[in-house]
């Protein structure tokens, strides 16, 4: 035993290797381009964990039970929560200070997780792509490595102590827990790929393989012994891993399984050494030792920096570059000298650090509610807040149409108002009157019929056509599905769309228009603006419908509604709901610093595919609505909010033409006129229809 407690003193070339591992991470998320498979570097320093906590926990093998476990606890303790809470309070207030408000509850939501190491299974319930937007403005998203850590902290020493770290079995046991994970990491993979990287399960086997090949070592594993190759293969793997690992491609199982081998070759070398050298050039070494004592202070509180840079200036220029790199260092070297160096040297004693643990996370935790709630958006700084003027808000618009009354306040039935004719709008004051003798226009749906209200304006004031309006917000316009809305049965807006199409039926005339818009990419589609699987609540006779019986549902219903409308020779003209961004403009606006025209969108326009199969799923649809119904009309404004098959918050001449993420602004409304016109002209449904 003499022997294994020399080989689990310190190691120089251990703290090498977490160099290398915290570089390489911060190299990628400075520039991915730079080190593409930089974010192997969390793999790597996976498994010096497992070989690391494990021999913490041999070295103490001689105490009871109870000791070695409290014993454990209060050194990760003392190794990560000082400078995690100080780096989770700082980045909280920064995010009140320079991220717009309208992004930050959700962030606030996630410094909180971070405090008890639970971020790693938030980001995957939100179904955050770790190499996509939603990871790349979190300045968080980054804790999610520690939450996995933590976790195997909580579980490894109770699994060391149950099978008996210094029995043999103890070594099949946790290599077949390993395959175990490595399996279930492979399946996730291919199947659930934001499981497979986030969760603790999918990760064990990468940790757990450094503890095994600690205890093969004290076992008197010696397989390399005296040969370079070791080594060398090490290097040559490492190399590997960093330049050539895809995210694309089997992350993290096998994409994972070259820097976990490469580390565990490192780690061989250097347990036969008899010089723990990690490199012949001992200037190179000394860099990366440095590096590697500092590496945790640097991995938390680099990627706070990175963030906040991109909401406020961007980091596109060298000089960017090094302000980012110092700001980094700097902050980690203070957290590291004036935090958890003198926590780690000078420890108090168990109670008292477990009550000022406790202490710590409470205050903060207090301290992160606040900047949530009561001050949210009162400190901020920034010079992004909404670049969304009041008059491009088509709902600031009161009314909408100059000369009417027509506006969402007094032409809508409110959320959970039953529907009646005391409830419903009344006409009279919800009208723009056209010329006598020409057709109406009755729009009807939700919020995405009233941002179309500009463009009727323009197109009514040609074709002198009048133009009614209601809409209830968030309501699919179907007698036959109830949605979901604040998680409850939304049947009122059933009771809505069922009133309205027969109130529509009662009053129109032969050639008069029915126009019904709604948010059917919310309500139809398979998946959402960040390509997630749609889980929007829709039902039917109180059954939960899957997206392809919502449609057929859809599509049924309102093929019914065609039938009532033609018995009286009205028109019904159904729009393809526009096409959604990724985030709010405000997103947009901020990056466009950092990637001004990225694939001929806005770094947060969805890929091309994924608004091309939304909106394709939508015509579809439309289409099987509209088949052999003569009366059913399809408009789709798709192609006209396109460039180069992506979403554009601006038009190319810098005008806004979305509000939201998935509405129109009042420019980007009345900019689809023309195309409305031709629309209707070709569509022969402009002609005046003398009653």
């Not at 205890?215 to 190399?239: D, I």
């Not at 600031?396 to 709008?425: K, L, M």
Request: aromatic share 12%; with cysteine.
């Amino acid at each position: 035993m003499s022997e294994a407690k020399r080989r689990i003193n310190y190691r120089p070339d251990i703290d090498a290797m977490r160099g290398i591992a915290v570089l390489a991470v911060f190299i990628y998320h400075l520039n991915e381009a730079w080190l593409p498979g930089g974010f192997a570097g969390v793999d790597i320093f996976f498994v010096i964990s497992g070989y690391v906590v494990t021999g913490s926990l041999i070295g103490h093998s001689t105490e009871t039970p109870w000791q070695q476990l409290s014993g454990f606890y209060l050194r990760r303790i003392r190794r990560i929560l000082p400078n995690l809470l100080a780096s989770v309070g700082v980045t909280s207030l920064g995010i009140a200070l320079l991220v717009p408000p309208t992004e930050t509850r959700s962030l606030f939501g996630d410094a909180v997780k971070a405090l008890y190491g639970w971020s790693n299974n938030r980001f995957a319930a939100k179904a955050t792509d770790y190499f996509g937007l939603d990871s790349n403005l979190n300045p968080l998203s980054h804790t999610w490595s520690l939450g996995v850590e933590e976790q195997f902290y909580l579980i490894f020493p109770l699994l060391l102590l149950l099978i008996g770290v210094g029995r043999r079995r103890a070594i099949p046991i946790l290599l077949g827990l390993s395959l175990a994970s490595l399996g279930l990491s492979l399946w996730w993979t291919r199947e659930a790929p934001i499981l497979a990287f986030f969760l603790m399960p999918s990760r064990f086997w990468e940790l757990s393989a450094g503890s095994v090949l600690l205890l093969a070592q004290l076992q008197g594993f010696k397989a390399g012994s005296g040969k370079a190759w070791l080594r060398v293969s090490g290097y040559g793997l490492l190399l590997l891993a960093l330049f050539k690992t895809s995210a694309q491609q089997g992350f993290p199982a096998p994409g994972a399984l070259t820097a976990v081998l490469a580390t565990l070759l490192l780690l061989q070398a250097g347990f036969l050494a008899a010089s723990q050298r990690f490199l012949p050039w001992r200037w190179l070494e000394r860099v990366l030792v440095a590096c590697g004592l500092l590496s945790y202070s640097l991995y938390l509180w680099h990627w706070p920096v990175l963030i906040f840079l991109r909401w406020t200036y961007g980091i596109d220029r060298v000089w960017l570059y090094l302000l980012a790199i110092g700001l980094s260092f700097g902050f980690a070297w203070l957290a590291y000298v004036l935090i958890e160096q003198p926590v780690r040297r000078k420890p108090l004693a168990g109670p008292w650090q477990w009550g000022l643990a406790l202490a710590a996370i409470g205050f903060t935790w207090t301290g992160i509610d606040a900047l949530a709630h009561p001050f949210r958006g009162k400190l901020f700084l920034g010079s992004g807040l909404d670049p969304v003027p009041k008059l491009e808000k088509i709902a600031e618009h009161r009314p909408v149409i100059v000369g009417t009354e027509i506006s969402d306040a007094s032409c809508s039935v409110a959320n959970w108002t039953p529907y009646s004719t005391a409830s419903r709008t009344d006409f009279k004051r919800c009208i723009k009157a056209g010329r006598p003798g020409a057709a109406e226009i009755f729009l009807l749906g939700d919020s995405h019929a009233h941002h179309l209200l500009p463009m009727l304006d323009e197109v009514t004031n040609k074709s002198k056509q009048t133009i009614t309006f209601t809409f209830k917000s968030s309501c699919l316009i179907s007698p036959d599905i109830t949605i979901s809305f604040d998680n409850k049965l939304y049947e009122p807006c059933r009771q809505f769309a069922a009133g309205e199409i027969n109130r529509a039926v009662e009053r129109l005339q032969p050639g008069d228009i029915v126009l019904i818009s709604t948010w059917l990419n919310k309500q139809l589609a398979d998946i959402d603006g960040r390509g997630r699987p749609n889980d929007f609540p829709v039902y039917v006779d109180g059954r939960k419908l899957s997206p392809a019986k919502v449609r057929e549902a859809y599509i049924a219903s309102t093929r019914k509604i065609a039938k009532q409308l033609a018995e009286k020779d009205i028109q019904l003209v159904l729009v393809v709901d526009v096409p959604v961004l990724a985030r709010e403009p405000v997103v947009c606006e901020a990056w466009a610093k950092l990637l001004p025209n990225r694939e001929g969108g806005t770094f947060c326009s969805p890929s091309a595919a994924i608004t091309a199969e939304m909106q394709t799923t939508l015509r579809r649809s439309l289409a099987q609505v509209a088949k052999g119904l003569p009366n059913v009309h399809i408009f789709d404004p798709t192609d006209y909010l396109l460039f180069a098959g992506r979403v554009q918050h601006r038009r190319i001449d810098g005008t806004l033409q979305y509000a939201d993420s998935h509405h129109l602004s009042y420019s980007g409304s009345k900019d689809l006129a023309a195309p409305f016109q031709r629309f209707l002209e070709a569509q022969g449904l402009v002609a005046a229809n003398p009653r």
